[in-house]
């Protein structure tokens, strides 16, 4: 099965960077779905970006501009750097996967819809 593991997480203060990074094993699906997702207490889990095998990505508008989603196949990594931090983006994030949809749909954004999640990892912005 799927496995990731999230690392990257920590506290920051306002206008700081992070990198997230998702390393991937046992993920054999020749055409996938990975996203990044954040919840905070009493908040429903939400998408912050999610990215499909060609690199077309999408981002949550709260974070559009700031935030950057990739992926490193040879690596097998997932990243997201996160520019320009705001208290509002503390949360837990969470990486996660799916197999793409048929057709050629773009990639959902619904948390219900992917499979594989890693643990999670805390980021709190605070001066």
């Known amino acids: 099965d799927v496995q990731l593991v999230e690392s990257g997480g920590g506290l920051v203060q306002p206008g700081g960077s992070l990198r997230l990074s998702c390393a991937v094993s046992g993920y054999t699906y020749s055409s996938y779905c990975m996203g990044w997702f954040r919840q905070a207490p009493e908040i429903m889990r939400e998408a912050v970006a999610v990215i499909d095998d060609n690199g077309r990505s999408t981002y949550a508008d709260s974070v559009k501009g700031r935030f950057t989603i990739s992926q490193d196949n040879a690596k097998n990594t997932l990243y997201l750097q996160m520019n320009s931090l705001k208290p509002a983006d503390t949360a837990m994030y969470y990486c996660?996967?799916?197999?793409?949809?048929?057709?050629?749909?773009?990639?959902?954004?619904?948390?219900?819809?992917?499979?594989?999640w890693g643990q999670g990892t805390q980021v709190t912005v605070s001066s």
């Open positions: 996660a996967a799916v197999l793409s949809p048929r057709g050629g749909s773009s990639c959902p954004t619904a948390f219900h819809e992917y499979n594989y």
